[in-house]
Structure formats: C-alpha cells, structure tokens
C-alpha cells in the first residue's frame, strides 16, 4: 500500500472508539440515509483508491456505486487532486470571481448546447430548486410537470412521484398520477397541488396534460434518461415532442442533467439526443467528487437571476475556488483521458455480458445502459416504459438474494444494489478496468449459478 494510504489504516481502539462515536452522534450511524444500503446496511470505508474501496477491516471490494455516479475518473484522480492542491496556494475557501470561474462558465458553454449563461450551486438538489424558481419567475405560472419515478433532488417543491416513495400514487382519468410525498415533513396541502406528474414516455397523457393546464405550467423537468430507476431511455421521438408541446404552451423545458451530464460526452443527453432544453441541471460528474452544481441555460431566461433580473440564486459557499478549479479539472481530464469514450465502450461490453449472463442461467431480465449507468431490470425481457412497469416486473426477492451474495461474499460493493421499489443502476467509471470487468462478471456469474431463478418466491 502508497505510504499515503497507509495512513488510512486504524488500530482496532481507535476504531472501536470511532464506532461508538458514530452510534451515539451520528443518527442512524451515518452522514446521508442513502449510505444505509437497503438490505446491506452500512460499511465503513477507510479509504477507496480507483474504482475500489476498503472497509476498516481491510476488505477490498470493486465499487459500483462510484459516488452515486459522480465519480467518472474514479476515487483519486490525480488531475484533480493537483488542481485543489494549486488552488490552496491562491486561497482556500474564497468564494469570489476569479479568471477561473469565467474560464468555468465558458467550458460549459463549449460542451453543453443549452449553456448559453452558467449559475454554480453546491448540490443538484440546490440547482433544481432555482431552476424550477427561474421558470416561475419567467413565466409568472405556477405549475411544474414533472414525471413518475424521476427524482431532482431533495428538493421539497418536487420531491413527489419519485423512486423512493412508499406508495404509487392513484392514476386519474385523464392519466396525470397523484402526487404522493417521497418524505415525511413535506407540506403536502400546499406543494402537491403545484404539481402535475406524468408517466414517462406516454406522449397522449402529455398531450391531455397541456391542454388542461397548459396556460399555467411553468415548466416541465425531467431526466432526459430516467436513471434513477433503472435506466430507461426516452423512446424514440419522445424528448423532440416534449420540446414542442413545452414550447409550444410556452414552458420551460428543464432537463435534469446531474446523472446524464458527462457520462457520455461532454454534451449531456441533450447532445446525444439533439433537444435542447431552455435550463438544464448538472451536479455529480461535473466535479467527479468535488461538491459542485450548476444551472445553465438559455441567456433570456438565465438573465433572470439577480444581479441582471430580480431571481435570488447565491449562498455563502457557492463558486469557492476549490469547487471552480476542481470542476475544471475534471472537466479537461474527462475530455483529455478519453474518459466518456472509455465509458461508452465499458458501458455496451457490460450491458452485452450481463445479458448474455442473465440469459444463460435462464434469469429473464431487461438490460439498459447510458454513458455506464446501467440498469438490470430482473423479473420479465420486456422493456419498461416507465416507474409504473419497472416496478410491476420487478422479481425484487431473487434481485435480493442475488445481491446479497455479491455484497456478503463476493467483493461487490453496491453491485445490484436494490432499492425500495425499484434497482439501483450500476455505475461504470472511466478505471474501472477490462480486468475490473471481468472480475466482476465472474463473481456476477458465480452469484447466478448459486441462485437457480425458479427456486426463488416470485413477487
Ligand atoms: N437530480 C438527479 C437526477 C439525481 O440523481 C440527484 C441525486 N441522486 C439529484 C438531482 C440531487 O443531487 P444532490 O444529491 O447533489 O443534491
């Protein structure tokens, strides 16, 4: 082990000492719920270095969550760790512009089509919340559509229909789905009415939707790929007639871009699929693990925000230096190590071996990849549309079991990694190497054989 690490080693008082510290102070013994894997629990990580992470006991595992898909140059770049380290030299913390924060907003600008203006945020959940605020502000309308399934974030306003709600929310007649609250705490008799939520990839409920409350939707927001269930893509055509009907009531078109950005190629979805929204989120891969978010958009719209229009959008550690010059350098390293290139051919290999695999231990599944964020849909062949059919096809008992070996015994952090409704996609990264594959696939393989599909209970 580099000395560097070894550092990161605990003998066993202090981390009994650390153990008893996070139990007592620590609620739920961890710094964000997600981090509880369901049916797993939590790890304790003392340190990851690639694509793989070591718990306190020295366990070594392949990561498949990388960050919940920020992490595309994996755990220690060494590109960004020289930035952040150059960037201490001018001031730690400052939070003021510099000539690097432009250079930020015009790299942006090159990559993404929509990115004519760029404001910086902290976390995706911030950027969706001033992204939707613009929209309000613009338009002077109240109403946000938005879709079953997609999350934006923790966002109050929009935390409704997402993957972690306990319930499906009753479908009404003309196809709009009641808002069911993905929290507790959320004021439900004010914020639900301020939303309608739409199947994903059913343009007639769309088209019903804007002509009932066209004249009073602000915008609508989506996943141009919904990646928080899965993946599935938009069928074909779906995001150009989003795109019109939006503008055509005219509403903004909001693409949450903070799990499609930098995945596959610099341009997000909205290169790869050729729309073009009027504001669009980034967070995750923006920073490949350095804590940065953005809203950018069209100028009209972006011009909106103070100082130019009268929309707030600031706070006391937004655009600190750190956050600037380590997203530039993920930025250029992403783009200079050939990162999106390696991760799209990664990506198919993985797609292409885990349906082979699947296939061949007569386990019927649905395989989906975009940019390394690959879904594995276990329990029917058919492709899901939407939340709704993710999770009416969902076999989650044989996914658990599945996962709990490959979590238990096989070395696989967070591969399969199930949720309450629906899976976790698995995260590919640009290190994550053909050996790292292959390993992988065999303990996937070794999983497969030790779990004969029949004789798991079906949902
Ligand atoms: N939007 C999407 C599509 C996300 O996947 C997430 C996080 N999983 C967010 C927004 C929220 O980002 P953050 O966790 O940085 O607040």
Same mark, same amino acid.
């Given at each position: 082990?580099?000395?560097?690490?070894?550092?990161?080693?605990?003998?066993?008082?202090?981390?009994?000492? !650390?153990?008893?510290?996070?139990?007592?102070?620590?609620?739920?013994?961890?710094?964000?719920?997600?981090? /509880?894997?369901?049916?797993?629990?939590?790890?304790?990580?003392?340190?990851?270095?690639?694509?793989?992470?070591?718990?306190?006991?020295?366990?070594?595992?392949?990561?498949?969550?990388?960050?919940?898909?920020? =992490? #595309?140059?994996?755990?220690?770049?060494?590109?960004?760790? &020289?930035?952040?380290?150059?960037?201490?030299?001018?001031?730690?913390?400052?939070?003021?512009?510099?000539?690097?924060?432009?250079?930020?907003?015009?790299?942006?600008?090159?990559?993404?089509?929509?990115?004519?203006?760029?404001?910086?945020? /902290?976390?995706?959940?911030?950027?969706?919340?001033?992204?939707?605020? #613009?929209?309000?502000?613009?338009?002077?309308?109240?109403? #946000?559509?938005?879709? @079953?399934?997609?999350?934006?974030?923790? /966002?109050?306003?929009? =935390?409704?229909?997402?993957?972690?709600?306990?319930? =499906?929310?009753?479908?009404?007649? &003309?196809?709009?789905? &009641?808002?069911?609250?993905?929290?507790?705490? %959320?004021?439900?008799?004010?914020?639900?009415?301020?939303?309608?939520?739409?199947?994903?990839? &059913?343009?007639?409920?769309?088209?019903?939707?804007? !002509? *009932?409350?066209?004249?009073?939707?602000?915008?609508?927001?989506?996943?141009?790929?919904?990646?928080?269930?899965?993946?599935?893509?938009? @069928?074909?055509?779906?995001?150009?007639?989003?795109?019109?009907?939006?503008?055509?009531?005219? $509403?903004?078109?909001?693409?949450? @871009?903070?799990?499609?950005?930098?995945?596959?190629?610099?341009?997000? !979805?909205?290169? *790869?699929?050729?729309?073009?929204?009027?504001?669009?989120?980034?967070?995750?891969?923006?920073?490949?693990?350095?804590?940065?978010?953005?809203?950018?958009?069209?100028?009209?719209?972006?011009?909106?925000?103070?100082?130019?229009? $009268?929309?707030?959008? !600031?706070?006391?550690?937004?655009?600190?230096? %750190?956050?600037? $010059?380590?997203?530039?350098?993920?930025?250029?390293?992403?783009? $200079?190590?050939?990162?999106?290139?390696?991760?799209?051919?990664?990506?198919?290999?993985?797609?292409?071996?885990?349906?082979?695999?699947?296939?061949?231990?007569?386990?019927?599944?649905?395989?989906?990849?975009?940019?390394?964020?690959?879904?594995?849909?276990?329990?029917? @062949?058919?492709?899901?549309?939407?939340?709704?059919?993710?999770?009416?096809?969902?076999?989650?008992?044989?996914?658990?079991? %599945?996962?709990? *070996?490959?979590?238990?015994?096989?070395?696989?952090?967070?591969? =399969?990694?199930?949720?309450?409704?629906?899976?976790?996609?698995?995260?590919?990264?640009?290190?994550?190497?053909?050996?790292? #594959?292959?390993?992988?696939?065999?303990?996937?393989?070794?999983?497969?054989?030790?779990?004969?599909?029949?004789?798991?209970?079906?949902?």
């Amino acid at each position: 082990m580099e000395p560097a690490l070894e550092s990161a080693k605990w003998d066993e008082a202090r981390l009994r000492q !650390a153990e008893a510290a996070a139990q007592a102070h620590l609620v739920g013994a961890v710094v964000s719920s997600w981090n /509880n894997f369901q049916v797993t629990g939590r790890t304790v990580i003392s340190h990851a270095d690639g694509c793989r992470v070591w718990d306190v006991a020295g366990r070594e595992r392949i990561d498949w969550v990388m960050g919940w898909g920020s =992490l #595309i140059l994996g755990h220690r770049p060494a590109a960004i760790h &020289d930035a952040v380290m150059e960037a201490m030299r001018f001031g730690l913390g400052y939070m003021y512009e510099s000539p690097r924060t432009g250079m930020l907003a015009r790299r942006m600008a090159e990559l993404v089509p929509c990115a004519e203006r760029m404001r910086l945020a /902290n976390s995706g959940t911030e950027a969706t919340l001033h992204a939707v605020r #613009i929209a309000r502000a613009v338009t002077g309308r109240r109403l #946000i559509l938005k879709f @079953e399934g997609h999350f934006h974030g923790l /966002n109050d306003y929009l =935390l409704f229909g997402v993957d972690g709600a306990k319930l =499906l929310g009753e479908i009404n007649d &003309d196809g709009l789905i &009641d808002p069911v609250p993905g929290s507790a705490g %959320l004021p439900v008799d004010a914020l639900a009415p301020l939303l309608l939520i739409a199947p994903f990839n &059913d343009l007639d409920v769309l088209e019903r939707a804007f !002509a *009932k409350y066209g004249h009073d939707i602000a915008a609508v927001i989506m996943e141009p790929v919904a990646l928080n269930v899965g993946c599935i893509a938009p @069928e074909p055509g779906y995001l150009q007639a989003v795109r019109s009907m939006a503008s055509q009531a005219g $509403s903004l078109l909001i693409f949450d @871009e903070i799990l499609t950005g930098f995945r596959l190629g610099g341009g997000g !979805a909205q290169g *790869k699929f050729g729309v073009v929204p009027d504001l669009a989120c980034f967070g995750k891969a923006m920073g490949c693990g350095i804590p940065v978010a953005a809203v950018c958009g069209k100028a009209a719209y972006m011009d909106a925000l103070s100082p130019v229009g $009268s929309v707030e959008m !600031a706070g006391t550690n937004t655009g600190r230096q %750190l956050a600037v $010059s380590g997203a530039l350098a993920a930025l250029d390293a992403m783009e $200079s190590s050939g990162a999106w290139h390696r991760l799209a051919v990664a990506n198919d290999r993985v797609v292409a071996a885990c349906r082979a695999l699947l296939q061949r231990h007569g386990v019927p599944a649905y395989v989906e990849g975009f940019g390394g964020r690959i879904g594995v849909h276990i329990g029917s @062949e058919q492709r899901p549309r939407n939340f709704r059919e993710v999770v009416a096809r969902w076999n989650r008992d044989y996914h658990v079991s %599945l996962y709990r *070996k490959l979590h238990d015994t096989l070395g696989l952090f967070g591969f =399969l990694l199930p949720l309450g409704p629906c899976p976790e996609p698995i995260t590919l990264s640009a290190v994550h190497s053909d050996q790292d #594959i292959d390993t992988t696939l065999d303990r996937f393989e070794t999983a497969l054989r030790a779990t004969p599909y029949q004789t798991a209970r079906m949902p």
